[in-house]
Nanobody, 114 residues
Framework: QVQLVESGGGLVQTGGSLRLSCAAS????????MGWYRQAPGKQREMVAL???????TYADSVKGRFTISRDNGKNTVYLQMNTLKPEDTAVYYC????????WGQGTQVTVSS
């Protein structure tokens, strides 16, 4: 089993920044993809950013140029630096690890006030 624990969410004003962290533990293999999804009220969960152990990144168009994903493979931790936040970024952000199956964290709330 894999456990994912997120931290770093909160309330921020438009234009502000937040950094999310997600630490993975358990049966983690060296090759996997980690990243972030988000779900706003009344909307479907959507991909925000993904990063493989090989360094390949994928970003949603809505966050390109504002968000940066990174990881520390030695610590099994993935980060999401979010800059120039907008009210439409308000959502619950979920950490994910993909390796044969998809694992999810419990989610952390990000609220951007206008």
């Amino acid at each position: 089993q894999v456990q994912l624990v997120e931290s770093g969410g909160g309330l921020v004003q438009t234009g502000g920044s937040l950094r999310l962290s997600c630490a993975a533990s358990g049966s983690i293999f060296s090759i996997n993809t980690m990243g972030w999804y988000r779900q706003a009220p009344g909307k479907q969960r959507e991909m925000v950013a993904l990063l493989s152990t090989g360094g390949s990144t994928t970003y949603a168009d809505s966050v390109k140029g504002r968000f940066t994903i990174s990881r520390d493979n030695g610590k099994n931790t993935v980060y999401l630096q979010m800059n120039t936040l907008k009210p439409e970024d308000t959502a619950v952000y979920y950490c994910t690890l993909i390796r044969l199956k998809t694992y999810w964290g419990q989610g952390t709330q990000v609220t951007v006030s206008s």
